[in-house]
């Protein structure tokens, strides 16, 4: 087995890696410093730390400052690999001595952008592109938060660096760090199931090592799939019926019963599992379209509807068209407004929402491009088999998206975005590898 190896002394590694290291550490710690607001969902990875900051700032604000209270410490249920990249977060914050009660949101920010760079800087070629584009706004504001979708990010960055190098062992741990970072991603699980077997020799792994990680990988693809409360599955089962397929039904009793519940529910549609006037907010109901719904129906559902799911798709990815969630980027005490966003390291993010936003049907169209070009230029490539891979793996992270998560559009079709920037990459990294070809001299001609 071969020790992984970082091109130290390859010069034309530092001035890529330089540049990102510039465009991360300005957004993130010089201010005003860019962050993404909470929605409410970093208790899933706080609370264990008894970590919080004021509920008021919520959507709005991204406060720098967070303090330790018992208050905080809520046990939501949810269990993630971003809470390794918090404890770390937290570690630091008290090494350096910080002020007391108190952390300071940059600290995760640097964690995050650590490993982001670590993944760059593994890459073999020149990552310009790479730096353009996730060092876009989109991207980097998400480094200075607690979303479970960041660490998937940053854990899918480095699984690509180390299949790309060949590192069998870095790549295991960095798949089981990203399946296990974010329930919904789970399921990717087994497209690096299928590529550890299928690569298993320029990973180098065989025998033990190849069957305890193929092992290791599969247990965290079935913890990811059931260890999120049961409470969050009623309420994106739900929303999913009521607030994305009945609306547009034009049979909803028919469809009703096809998801176990009789005409009476009908009068919910149009409604969110955390709108006003939700019956998920009385005990008995909430018991009773738990016991009566699954995934499974929905799946099924879709399954003899195509066209709706192709429908809903091309939905979701409209409204994720906008690319960037509505969240403020700044802490209060800069005296934006509320919900104010960073115009600045926008380009790329604002290009994609020009050409994609309310079309849906358009990236659908721009993204099975992509896959086209990269597997075709790749075919022969020794990273083919990996190319197929993260293809898969968009129309999956984009399909969970958009039929399991009805809501907040953007945010959920984050890791879509990576994949489909990581494709783009790809593609231009094969075009340009094939031009250099083609501009070689023969032999006898030098």
Known sequence: MKRPQLPLGDARHWPPFAAAAVVLAVQLLIPPVVGLANNGDFGKVLAPFSVGAPVADEYAYSPLRYTFDAAHQIWTGYYSSAQILAAFAVDLNLLVGARSGTFDLRWIGIVHAVLLLIAFYSLPRRPWLAVFVFGDVLYVSQLNSFYMGTASLVFLMLTVAAYVRGWGFVFVAASLLF???????????????????VDRARLELRGRALAASVAALLFAVWFGAVSAPVGYSIETRFSAIFYRILPKST????DLRAFGLDESWSKYSGLFAYSEGSPLNDAARRQEFAARTS????VRYYLAHPQFAARDIAGGLGDAGKQRPDLGNFDRKYGFPPKTQSRSFALWSGWKRAAFEGRGAWNLAYFLGLGIAALWLGRSHPLRHGIAALWLGGWL?????????????PRHFFLYHAIEDLLLIVVSVLIVGKVRVGRRPLAGQA
């Open 179 to 197: 399946v296990t970072s974010k329930a919904q991603h789970s399921i990717l699980g087994l497209l690096l199931v299928a590529l550890l077997l």
């Open 295 to 298: 995934y499974t129906a929905i």
């Open 251 to 254: 049979t909803p009793a028919d």
């Open 397 to 409: 992270a984009m399909a969970v998206a958009a039929l399991a998560d009805s809501l907040d559009m």
